[in-house]
């Protein structure tokens, strides 16, 4: 199979161009795979098969959080949200949401909560 034919059955497709591979090389691990398909107009399912072809690691491979990591998200992950903190600590979006869970941290903290007649 070539780059250049169409998958059978997809709706759409564009061949990979040099620049979207070099972005998934350089952000792949760091915002996680549905950032990158949101940054590249592109399924995620096509981010997994492009990386694979790549050798891109689908996973980085997780360094433990450090008790000063634990403690911004505490204070930031509600007014901030995971997009701010990805960026400060250099971890993907995915991987804060699952730690702010297990710290027992919500992101709806402050927020208005819906009309209960």
């Given at each position: 199979m070539t780059?250049?034919?169409p998958i059978k059955g997809s709706k759409t497709?564009?061949?990979w161009t040099e620049e979207e591979n070099q972005y998934l090389r350089d952000n792949r691990?760091?915002?996680?795979a549905h950032q990158c398909a949101?940054?590249?107009d592109r399924p995620v399912s096509a981010i997994h098969n492009q990386c694979r072809r790549l050798s891109i690691k689908l996973r980085a491979t997780p360094s433990a959080y450090k008790p000063e990591e634990d403690e911004?998200?505490?204070e930031l992950y509600a007014s901030?949200?995971?997009?701010?903190?990805?960026v400060e600590l250099n971890r993907s979006q995915e991987t804060l949401r699952h730690r702010a869970r297990k710290l027992k941290v919500?992101?709806?903290v402050g927020r208005p909560n819906k009309r209960s007649d």
């Open positions: 780059d250049d034919v497709w564009k061949a691990s760091r915002l996680g949101k940054d590249l911004l998200i505490r901030k949200g995971p997009r701010y903190l990805a919500s992101g709806r």
